[in-house]
């Protein structure tokens, strides 16, 4: 067995503590219904308290079924769970010291945080010169610097328990084809990017790091937010509509279940279920690549690389000092 817990294959042999963001709805919400019923522990956090209030209500008010039948109970499995689930209120854009402050007393309710899961995140749409830079900083101040402040508010925790860190990124990171998500596109490239060089950083304390990256799921996520009209610029009209109808069309259409991604994400912390002796974690970022459609951009981004690279072979020795 590792100083991490996990046996010779891999596996988690022991109860983990997970700290999630962005827990009221989409991923993050079907995330704490995969851990819990793994028997894991969840600290569940939100920025809105009600919205945390609502969604442990749930929870509490389920009762097992006096009959004992588990079929008429498709919850059954979270029913005597609930004692492994607790809720903070948490804004990933308060700043890295509120965080820090949190995050410990998060740490002290089990005395340990195994897995932070950055979910937390905003898809802001909009035109680039009709939203201008100040659109650019709003997305990355939740989706870059929540992310960097809440990986060093629990890395001290992470560093003890050897433990994993997932950082919810996109395949927009590399599918940039789409008009009006410059912002969240960018926002997520920088995140995958971070990612690559932390886990370097800590691998060597035993610290493991993964990048999720999801294609289209049916989530309460970017395709239900507004489009920025705030700044309309007239050349733009006929572009601009166009991808407003493209990203209204899409609500409802996805293939992707989430509740199977996210019980996806747990067998790989946990190195169990669909992979079950998986030898995948090698010191760098491990990338779980969500859905059909991501793996297919992905594979046509690595194509794209490979063509540019070729274009500009030729050129690299000309460009060095002569001997």
């Known amino acids: 067995m590792s100083s991490n817990g996990t046996t010779t294959s891999g596996a988690v042999n022991h109860q983990l503590v997970w700290l999630i963001t962005g827990t009221t709805s989409g991923f993050g919400q079907r995330l704490v219904h995969a851990a819990l019923a793994r028997g894991d522990r969840v600290i569940a956090t939100a920025r809105s308290q ?103 508010a629990t890395l001290p925790y992470l560093r003890q328990s050897r433990g994993t860190l997932i950082n919810v990124g996109s395949r927009s990171a590399w599918k940039t084809s789409l008009t009006g998500i410059g912002a969240y596109a960018a926002s997520k490239a920088a995140v995958h990017a971070f990612s690559e060089t932390l886990a370097l950083e800590v691998a060597p304390l035993g610290v493991r790091v993964a990048i999720v990256a999801p294609g289209t799921f049916r989530t309460e996520g970017m395709y239900g937010q507004p489009y920025y009209l705030g700044n309309p610029i007239s050349d733009y009209d006929s572009g601009r509509e166009a991808s407003i109808s493209r990203f209204a069309s899409v609500p409802g259409t996805e293939r992707g279940d989430p509740a199977k991604a996210m019980e996806l994400l747990v067998d790989l912390v946990r190195g169990e279920g669909k992979l079950a002796g998986d030898k995948g974690w090698n010191g760098t970022a491990r990338y779980l690549i969500l859905g059909s459609d991501a793996v297919g951009d992905a594979e046509a981004y690595s194509r794209k690389i490979a063509d540019i690279s070729g274009e500009w072979r030729p050129f690299g020795k000309l460009l060095q000092f002569e001997d």
């Open 50 to 152: 009600a919205k945390l209030d609502s969604f442990y209500a749930e929870f509490k008010a389920l009762q097992p079924n006096p009959e004992g039948n588990e079929a008429a109970s498709p919850s059954y499995d979270l029913l005597n769970k609930k004692e492994n689930l607790v809720t903070v209120q948490l804004d990933i854009t308060e700043g890295e010291e509120s965080l820090k402050s949190k995050v410990k007393k998060a740490s002290e309710i089990w005395g340990r945080i195994d897995v932070l899961v950055n979910n937390a995140a905003v898809g802001m749409l909009g035109f680039v010169e009709e939203g201008g830079s100040a659109r650019f900083r709003q997305q990355f101040e939740s989706n870059v610097f929540g992310v960097i402040d809440m990986a060093v």
